[in-house]
């Protein structure tokens, strides 16, 4: 079992930014894959960015690109999702996930994902 636990959502303005921690215990929980997702109000849930268990392969949403650095931070077992240039629509509830192998099913296809956290508010007001 991995657990997940996200921290770091709030409140922030356009254009500001904010960061994500996803905290994992567990057997095995730093050698994952591990993704964030988020889901608007009346949306589905959607990829936003993953990484490998070394952290040496990365990929992100197109709506991510450019304005979101995801990195991972073994020896702590933590993991991050540094989010800048915030816009509304990025408004939602952000969750991190696990799975086993970055090559185990596509990245953005959250089926894949085993573990999951309980989700964390991030709010882009204008």
């Known amino acids: 079992q991995v657990q997940l636990v996200e921290s770091g959502g709030g409140l922030v303005q356009v254009g500001g930014s904010m960061r994500l921690s996803c905290a994992a215990s567990?057997?095995?929980?730093?050698?994952?894959?591990k993704a964030w997702f988020r889901q608007a109000p009346g949306k589905e849930r959607e990829f936003v960015a993953a990484?490998?268990?070394?952290?040496?392969?990365?990929s992100y949403a197109d709506s991510a690109k450019g304005r979101f650095t995801i990195s991972r931070h073994n020896a702590e077992n933590t993991m991050s999702l540094q989010m800048s240039s915030l816009k509304p629509e990025d408004t939602g509830v952000y969750f991190c996930?696990?799975?086993?192998?970055?090559?185990?099913?596509?990245?953005?296809?959250?089926?894949?994902?085993?573990?999951w956290g309980q989700g964390t508010q991030v709010t882009v007001s204008s």
């Open positions: 996930a696990a799975k086993m192998s970055f090559y185990s099913g596509a990245v953005n296809d959250q089926s894949g994902y085993k573990f």
């Open positions: 567990g057997r095995t929980g730093n050698t994952y894959t």
């Open positions: 990484i490998s268990g070394s952290g040496t392969m990365t």
